[in-house]
Antibody, heavy 122, light 109 residues
Framework: EVQLVASGGGVVRPGGSLRLSCAAS????????FHWVRQIPGKGLEWVSL????????YYRDSVKGRFTISRDNRKNSLYLQMTSLRTEDTALYYC???????????????WGQGTGVSVSS | EIVLTQSPGTLSLSPGERATLSCRAS???????LAWYQQKPGQAPRLLIY???SRATGIPDRFSGSGSGTDFTLTISRLEPEDSAVYYC??????????FGQGTKLEIK
């Protein structure tokens, strides 16, 4: 069974930092692109960042560019999100998500972790 | 960024009925890059449909997707109580960019 287990969330002051981790099992981790997607409590979903299988490509939503850094360690089957200069609007549940490329050429987020909560508050 | 607008905001139906959920894009979306997800309270989203109309692994054939261009539809036939959830559409665009609709809450009476 494929599992993504996120950790590292917590409560932090505005301007603070956190590092999220996501441990993957049950799949060949290094073959896939992974994402972080967040959800403000009671609200919708918002894509945050992605990293390609070999770390050659990293992309971010505009509001987190320059503050968040996505990385991965394929030897450890792990995905990371380093978050700095945190703002109250970054408060959310952060999901690590696996991207699947289908034979048709379609992409979708087929496996989601359980999420780790980040609360930015003074 | 492409904005996805879902309607209705809330849908209340009875078991056995058919649900029709709409997702409208502010610009044309390639069908290959349109997906639907189901999220139940306290759970992570689950992929239902990819490529606008292909069911993900393990998804019952009561769930079907259709549409093209800027208008997409998720249809759930023969509703069951466990279909109560929030449903999101999502698109993948160039740059790359990803956006989700705001969700439709489906209540089974």
């Amino acid at each position: 069974e494929v599992q993504l287990v996120a950790s590292g969330g917590g409560v932090v002051r505005p301007g603070g930092s956190l590092r999220l981790s996501c441990a993957a099992s049950g799949l060949t981790f290094g073959e896939y692109t992974f994402h972080w997607v967040r959800q403000i409590p009671g609200k919708g979903l918002e894509w945050v960042s992605l990293i390609t299988w070999n770390s050659a490509g990293t992309y971010y939503r505009d509001s987190v560019k320059g503050r968040f850094t996505i990385s991965r360690d394929n030897r450890k089957n792990s995905l990371y999100l380093q978050m700095t200069s945190l703002r109250t609007e970054d408060t959310a549940l952060y999901y690590c998500v696996k991207e699947q490329l289908y034979a048709s050429g379609s992409y979708a987020f087929d496996i989601w972790g359980q999420g780790t909560g980040v609360s930015v508050s003074s | 960024e492409i904005v996805l607008t879902q309607s209705p905001g809330t849908l209340s139906l009875s078991p056995g009925e058919r649900a029709t959920l709409s997702c409208r894009a502010s610009q044309r979306v390639a069908s290959l890059y349109l997906a639907w997800y189901q999220q139940k309270p306290g759970q992570a989203p689950r992929l239902l449909i990819y490529g606008a109309s292909s069911r993900a692994t393990g998804i019952p054939d009561r769930f079907s997707g259709s549409g093209s261009g800027t208008d997409f539809t998720l249809t759930i036939s023969r509703l069951e109580p466990e279909d109560s959830a929030v449903y999101y559409c999502q698109q993948y665009g160039t740059s790359p960019s990803y956006s989700f609709g705001q969700g439709t809450k489906l209540e089974i009476k």
